[in-house]
């Protein structure tokens, strides 16, 4: 799925299902407080957290960040039954589906940009910086 048609993808989950969903989210991190109207945000933004825009009638997006130096496996585990509950699956932000599984979601991190950066910073920018040239 290219990145564009991600983008046109509305998740659209009726906001009757909002108490239950925040229910579950309170169980997995802490609820950050309330900054936006349509917004709320669980965890940490340089760590793990979850954010859940919505409106008056629909739950818009779910957004998942988990942090690839320090990997907790059961939130990834509760994220998954929570997606699994609303009969979703995750995006990754290049476009990559990925089922609600424990695996399939680890793997993903595992792989992800993030982590090869934690595993060995210099040669991630050293290769950043190699690519952008051959770009030029």
Do not use: N
Not at 71 to 97: K, N, W, Y
Request: glycine residues 6%; contains cysteine; proline residues 6%.
């Amino acid at each position: 799925m290219s990145r564009g048609q991600l983008e046109e993808v509305v998740l659209a989950l009726p906001i009757a299902k909002a108490d239950a969903l925040f229910a579950k989210l309170d169980m997995l991190l802490p609820e950050k407080p309330r900054s936006y109207t349509g917004l709320r945000v669980w965890g940490d933004e340089p760590a793990d957290d979850i954010q859940v825009s919505f409106d008056d009638e629909f739950i818009e997006e779910i957004q998942v960040r988990f942090d690839a130096a320090d990997l907790s496996l059961p939130l990834v585990g509760g994220v998954c039954d929570v997606a699994r509950q609303l009969d979703c699956v995750f995006a990754t932000p290049e476009g990559a589906i990925i089922q609600p599984s424990r695996e399939a979601v680890v793997r993903t991190v595992l792989q992800s940009d993030a982590a090869h950066f934690v595993r060995e910073p210099q040669g991630f920018i050293e290769k950043a910086v190699r690519l952008d040239q051959e770009d030029r």
